[in-house]
Each structure stands twice: as C-alpha cells, then as structure tokens.
C-alpha cells in the first residue's frame, strides 16, 4: 500500500441475517480526518468493525499500512464506548498513555471537562460524559489511528462543539505526546462531516454512495440519495429546472443557493411556507402546468403567504465552479500581483495553522494559531515575535484586533474572556467569565472597536450576542440575542467598525447584519450585502471604503463595494496560489492587501486586488 492510503477494502461484503451488512465496498481511506456518513442501518457501524479488525469480511479483503512499530497502531472506540466498568475515568486515561508518567491524562481530563468526575466510576456517569472520556481515551492511546464509532452521538450542544474543536484541531496541534495519522469517526451529522472531515464515505443500505472532498460532495453531490446525507437540498430532475427555476438545471441545489423573489405575472404561486429555522419550506404550483413541488430555501426577512407570485432564482454558480476547478468571470476577482503566502512557524514537530489574521498601522501582521501563540510577522511575512496565551489547553483563541492605543485584544474563547496585550506579549488585562450575565461570555470569537475605543465582543454558544465594554473592560451594554430574525444572530464571529456603524459577520445565518452602535438595524441600499454566504466567518474593512468577507464553508473570499454592492469572490484558484481550505480570519494591512488564515492549508496569504 501507497502512504496516501490508510485502509484499502477491495469488493468487501459483510453478510448479515437477511441482506448484506455490507455489499461489494472498494475503498480507500486516506490519512487525515475521515467521516462515515449515513442513517441508522446504512453500515457505519460494520464498515468500522471491519478497519477495527473485530469483524473480518465475508468475501474481499482489507488491508491496513503497516505501521513502524513505535506505538499503537490503533484504537477503537465502539458505538458503546467500551469502558472499563472497573476503572475511574483517571485511570481510564492513565491505563492507555504510552509514558510511564501519565502523560497528559490531566490535560485531557481538563479539555473534555471531565475533572470534576475524574474519580468516577462508568456506572456514575451521564451517556454524555461516557462518550467524551471514550473519546480522551482514544486521543490517550496515542494510536497512529483511531476508529470511533458515533463520538458525538449524546453530546449536548457545548460539549459537542468541544470535542469537535478537539479533533478538529488534533492532526495539526496535538494536546497529546502522539498525534494520530488518521482518525475515521461515523456520524448521521452532515453538519460534522462537512466541518471536520478532509475525506466524506456516504453509505446507505450497506454499499458506498459517494466518497470524496466534503465541499465537492456539498456541491455536487452525484445522487439525491448522497445529496440528502450532507444536508437539506433541492432535488431537479432533468426536466424540472425549466419548469421551476430562471434557468435549466439538473441536480442538486442547495437551500442558500435559491433565492425567492416576487414576481407579479408569475407563473409560480404560493401554496404554503413553513418556517424551519434558518429556512423555509414553500410548497409552489405552476399555474400552467398544473403542477406542484416544495422548495427549501434560506428564510429572510420576507414572510411569504398563499396566492403570492413569485420566481426562483438560483445563486452561487461561482461555488459549485470553483469546486470543480472552473471559474465564472462575471464575479471572479482578479489579483492585481501574485498572491504571498507564509506558513506559522513550526511548533517542534508540528506545523499550526492560522485561524485569525489582522494587521497594525505600521504594517505589523498578528496572527493566531491553533496551538494557542500569538505570532507577530513583518510585512513581507517574516516571522518576529511570539509569545504564548496566558492558557491554551483547553482552547484556542479565534480572533485578535489591533486597539487605536496599540494594544492587542485577544478574544480567547474557550476560556471565556478577553485578554488585553502590548505589542510584546505583556498581559495590560482581563476581562470577562463564564456565564450568560453582563460582562460574561460562553465562547467570544469577534472583536472590534469603534471611535471611542469602545471594544464589541460577538460571542455563541447558544446565548449568541454582541457586548459592548469601554476600554478597561467594564461592561456597557448589549444587543442580539440567539434566533434567525433580525438582529438575531447565530455565531457573530466577524465584526467591524466603519462611519458610526457595526458590520457582523452572522456566520450560521450566512448574512451580513448592519447596525448603529446601539444594534439597531440600519436602513441599507436596495441589494446591499445581498449574496450568497457560505458560513462568513470574518469581515474587514479596506481604506478604499470596500468590505472583505471570508467564507469558511465555501473556500473564498468575497468583495462588497463601500455601498454594499456584491464586487466578487476569489477561491485562491490560479497559477499561483491553491484554493483555499476552511478559511476562518480575514484581515487588511495599510496598503489594501487582503490578509487571509486560510485554515485548511495551514498558511497564510496576503492577496493585493485592483480597486
């Protein structure tokens, strides 16, 4: 076997009492992060088995890399958790740690919250906390891989966003002595897949629908049935896109690439809209044809009533081009030099990655990376100083901002706070707690100041708002609150300050949302920041008085002109600079440059566009 193949599975099947468990699987797994996506009884839990070697196949092989023998060449964590009913969740840890010292059984007791419960018995314990110390365990063996089956299946919402961070984060900055080369987890989460996954497995009723790239996979899915395992879409035969959309289309159409508009003479009316959240289910009919279908689309402002006319529109070719390695050259932006690109410097063996990105007046870039250091380069990108968070193990920070008076805020998230540095790392402050009261944060993750150098921390979590502090970190005011409606938000993780207005990167909600000092909505230009956003986590300002957006979902960067005009979008993909990967922070340096952590790739890349 080749290194870029973990697991090979040649025709594998798996007999079962009245069908195949598994039928006819070819396979191969790569290194990385790999997510067995499926609905219950679609063969996850078999296809696990198999790599785990607990079940051997019926007919076909599997074949594993050899390892070099230095440690454990795998760790299996089944959809039971396995736990030793003998053993206190200590020494759970303790009894799989490769060094004789214990290792890092306090620090994963720490990042999975599971201090408290250290000398707990299994029998004690909630199927939540089964799960996350079935899951330290595993990160504990320092396997070189590591099979965990459903890790995330009774996990509220905060600690699944946890142990979602920590793999997450796991391959590129290790909270343990071992790194793995190659985790596969099982899910019927697309939302997981897509988030943590560099390689997606599609599985139903035994046989493999589709494996790829999750982002190829989310935009052009080969099957309705694989297109409805990554999440809410729009099926249309190969007839129906003339029917029902502004142009012929076969396919997949996800529900934020439609949009709904009114139309008086049209021949689609409304039969009925339901809300879902974040989107909305309209069942149309043609009144020529005499048909019906119902659509999915992002909800918005507009509430949609029976009788109204209207037409579908479909956005974000660009997306599902650029995935396919094409582009569309009425919304490309255009680099106006070759892009530059630098990489964090190394942490012993390993190489971070970037999550936040800003840069200072004087043309100083600081950036934050997932091993918890704040980096400070110079503008060609040479590496000049670093220091550590005051704590990193249980978290990273996810922004930073250059302050008026030349301090550094760090919203540092996992620990619920702000952290206020000079330019040389010396801790000037601290401000915030856990908690949902004033002054308090779940998880900050955006940061900006406005004239009067009053600082607004957007935080999630679930109590998902924007705080308002002066300076020394007291407490002011606040404004949002968690939803979908208007001045509602859903992780807030991008903010800037412009002319006596705030622009929020609302990242769930995939909008930008525009507000006085005060949250109060601001009248905005017919089309104003009107596109469609793939989970925009960052937003930043340039001198030219246009706005740059990153979009962690969809692997670009997208240009709105000062009045909220959509300019276009760049992906990374040209001769010189790969697409981009999980972009997560976005800044612009004095002369107009465009600053982006591009996440994925493990780099950072500075991009001049011509204004």
Known sequence: MTDDCVWRLTDVSLAGRSRPRLDRVSLAIPPGITAVLGESGAGKTSLLNLLAGFERPTSGCVDQAAHDGSRLPMFWSPPNHG?????????????????????????????????SLADAYPATLSQGERGRLATARALASGAQCLVLDEPFAHLDGPHRERCADIIESHMLASIVEYAPRAIVFSTHQPDLALRLADHVICLADGRVLATGSPGALYAEPPSRAAAELLGPCNWFADSDGAVWLDR???GCIR??????????????????????????????????????RTVLHSAGARTWRRGDRVVL???????????????????????????????????????????????????????????????????LGESAKRWWMPEYTVGRPERILVCRDGRLAVADTHYHRVVLFDADGQVLGVFGERGEGPGQFIYPVAIAEDD????????Y?????????????????????????????QRPSGIVWRDGRLYIADAFNNRIFVCDERGQPVALPPGAFVADLHYPYDIAAAPSGA?????????????????????GRYVGEDSVLGPFRTPWGLGVDPQGGVLVADTGNRRLVRVDFAE
């Not at 840890?93 to 620090?107: E, Q, Y």
């Not at 998902?464 to 001045?487: A, K, M, N, T």
Request: aromatic letters at 8%; glycine letters at 10%; hydrophobic letters at 40%.
């Open 313 to 379: 529109r479909l956005l974000g070719l660009l997306l599902a081009l650029c995935v396919l390695g094409c582009g569309a050259a009425d919304e490309t932006l255009r680099p106006a030099s070759p892009p530059i690109t630098w990489t964090t410097p190394p942490e012993g063996m390993q190489l971070p990655a970037p999550r936040a990105v800003t840069a200072a007046p004087d043309g100083t870039v600081y950036a934050l990376d997932n091993v918890g250091r704040v980096l400070a380069f110079n503008p």
């Open 547 to 567: 706005f740059y957006v990153v979009e962690y979902g969809a692997g670009r960067v997208t240009k709105f002109a000062a009045d909220g005009t959509l300019v």
């Open 452 to 459: 009067r150098q009053n600082l607004y921390v957007g935080e």
């Open 255 to 292: 529900p934020e690439r439609l949009r709904m508009e009114p139309v008086p003479d049209s021949e689609l009316e409304v039969v009925a809209a339901q809300s879902q959240g974040m989107l909305e289910r309209v069942t149309l009919t043609h009144r020529q044809r005499q048909v019906s």
């Open 83 to 115: 736990l030793w009913p003998h053993l206190t969740a200590r020494e759970h840890l303790r009894s799989v740690v490769p060094t004789t010292d214990g290792g890092d059984v306090a620090t994963l007791l720490d990042v999975f919250d599971l201090t």
């Open 248 to 250: 012929e289309w076969t």
């Open 461 to 489: 979590g679930g109590h998902d708002r924007v705080q308002i502090f002066r300076p020394d970190g007291e407490y002011v005011g606040e404004f949002g609150s968690f939803g979908v409606g208007p001045g509602q938000f």
